[in-house]
C-alpha cells in the first residue's frame, strides 16, 4: 500500500454525510418533495456498500473461483432485474430478455478483457473480475433501461404509423429498423457523452480512486482507456441484444405489431 | 370471440359493403383480412391458397388496408406517398410520380401539395394521402375502412371516382368497404355485408 494512503475513519464518514444532511435540510424547507428519497438512496447506498465491503474482503481471502462468478451472476442479475423496474411499460417476458442481455454482455466483455486483454492470473481473480464486472454492468443497465424504454414507449405511441408500414407490405424488420436505430441511439447516449468528456469535465471514478490509491496518472489513465472500451462495448452488445428480443416479442414472425402485449405499469422506479 | 361461422367470400372484380353499428367488428374484420390481426380459428384464402402459406409482406403488397385514421410518418407527403416503394416486396416498382399527380389533380390539388408536411395535414387530407398511396401500391385488393369519412362531399365523390377507375383498370381488382353512410354503400358497392346480424 502506497504510504501517503489515508484510511478513512468512521469519524470521516459522518462527517461525509454532513454534507447530504445540508440538502436535505433545504429540501424540506422549499418542500421540494426530494427528502424521502434522497435519505432512502443515502441510506441504501452506506448499508450496500459496507456490505458489499465486507463480502468483497472475504471473497478475495478465499481464492477460488465458484465464489466469484457466484457473486457475478447474482450483480448481473440485479442489474438486469433494475433495468426493467426503470421502464413504464413491460411486456412477459421482458424480464428474462434484460436478464439475458445484461448477463451475455457482460460476462462477454469482462471475460474477454480479463483473458485476452489484462491476462490476469487466475483467471478469476476477485480483485479485478469484481470491479471491473461492476463498472460495465452498471453502464449496461443505464443503456439497457434507456433503450428498452424508448423502443417499447416508440411502439405504444406510434403503432398505429408501424401497423400503416406493415399493412403497405413492410417485413416486421423494414417495419421497424427506425424505431431500432433511435432506441439504440437513445441507449448509448450516456456512454457516447461520458467518452466525449472523459478526463475534459470530469475525472472517472476508477481513475480517481487509482490516483488516490498513489499509482501514476499515466498508469491510471491506460486502465481507464481499457475500461471505457470495455463498457462501450458492453453497453452497446447488451442494447442491441435486449432490442432485438423485445423486437421479437412485439413483432411476430406474422409480421404483426402485438402492441396488445404491452402494459404500462404505474409503480416505476424513480 | 367476435364471430361464429362467418364464411365471406370476395370475388374477382367485385365491390363488397360492410355495414354495421358501431362497435359490430367492422374495422377488426377488415384488419384480420389485412393479416394484421392473429386469426383465432378459422382460414383466409387468398387466390385459392391459405393466408399462412403466403409470405406476409408479398400478400399485403396485393391486399392493401387503408385504417380509418391513418397515421404519417413526419415528412413531406411525396415522401409518405414514396416511402412502400423503398420495401423489399416492391423492390423494382419504381414510384409513379405522375400518377400520383394526376390522381391529385382529379382531387383538386396541384403538385405543391406533395411538398406539404404529412405530419400537419388535416384529418380529411391525411385520409386523402393514405387512400392515394394505397391506390399506388395495391394491385388486387383495396380493404378500405370508412376512408370517407373526414372528407366533405366534394372530396368524397372524387375519391369515389379515383377508386371505381382503379377497379376499372384490371377486371380481378376487388374491394371492401366500411361505411355508415347508406347511400354511399349502395353508390359503391354489389353487395352489401350487414355485420351484427351475421352470426
Known sequence: MNPNYINLSNWQLGFAAVLILINLAISVWLRLGLARSLLVASVRMVVQLLLVGFILESVFALQTPLPVVGIGLVMAALAGLAAVRRTRRRFPGVYWNSLLSVLGASFLITGAAMLGILNVHPWYLAQYAIPLLGMVLGNILNGISLALDRFMEGVAREGSLLESNLALGATRWEAAHSLINDSLRVGMIPTINSMMVMGVVSLPGMMTGQLLAGVLPTAAVRYQIVIMFMIAAATALGTLGVILLAFRALFNSQHQLCSGRLHLHKHVDL | ?199
Open chain 2, 1 to 199: 370471440m367476435l364471430w361464429k361461422n362467418l364464411d365471406l367470400a370476395l370475388a374477382r372484380g367485385e365491390r363488397l359493403a360492410i355495414g354495421g353499428a358501431t362497435g359490430s367488428g367492422k374495422t377488426v374484420l377488415l384488419r384480420t383480412l389485412a393479416g394484421l390481426e392473429p386469426l383465432q380459428a378459422g382460414t383466409i384464402y387468398f387466390n385459392d391458397q391459405a393466408l399462412s402459406s403466403w409470405s406476409m409482406p408479398a400478400y399485403r403488397a396485393r391486399v392493401v388496408y387503408v385504417p380509418q385514421r391513418p397515421a404519417l410518418a413526419e415528412s413531406t407527403v411525396k415522401n409518405v406517398l414514396q416511402s412502400p416503394f423503398k420495401f423489399r416486396v416492391r423492390r423494382d416498382q419504381p414510384f409513379p410520380l405522375q400518377l400520383a399527380c394526376e390522381h391529385l389533380a382529379a382531387l383538386g390539388r396541384n403538385s405543391d401539395f406533395l411538398t406539404q408536411r404529412a405530419e400537419r395535414l388535416s384529418g380529411g387530407e391525411a385520409q386523402i394521402v393514405a387512400v392515394l398511396r394505397a391506390l399506388l401500391v395495391a394491385s388486387d385488393i383495396l380493404l378500405l375502412d370508412e376512408p370517407t369519412a373526414s372528407l366533405d362531399a366534394e372530396a368524397t365523390a372524387g375519391i369515389e371516382t379515383l377508386i371505381a377507375r382503379w377497379l376499372g383498370e384490371q377486371s380481378h381488382r376487388a374491394c371492401i368497404w366500411t361505411s355508415h353512410d347508406r347511400s354511399q354503400l349502395a353508390r359503391i358497392s354489389d353487395r352489401t355485408l350487414a355485420l351484427g346480424e351475421a352470426e
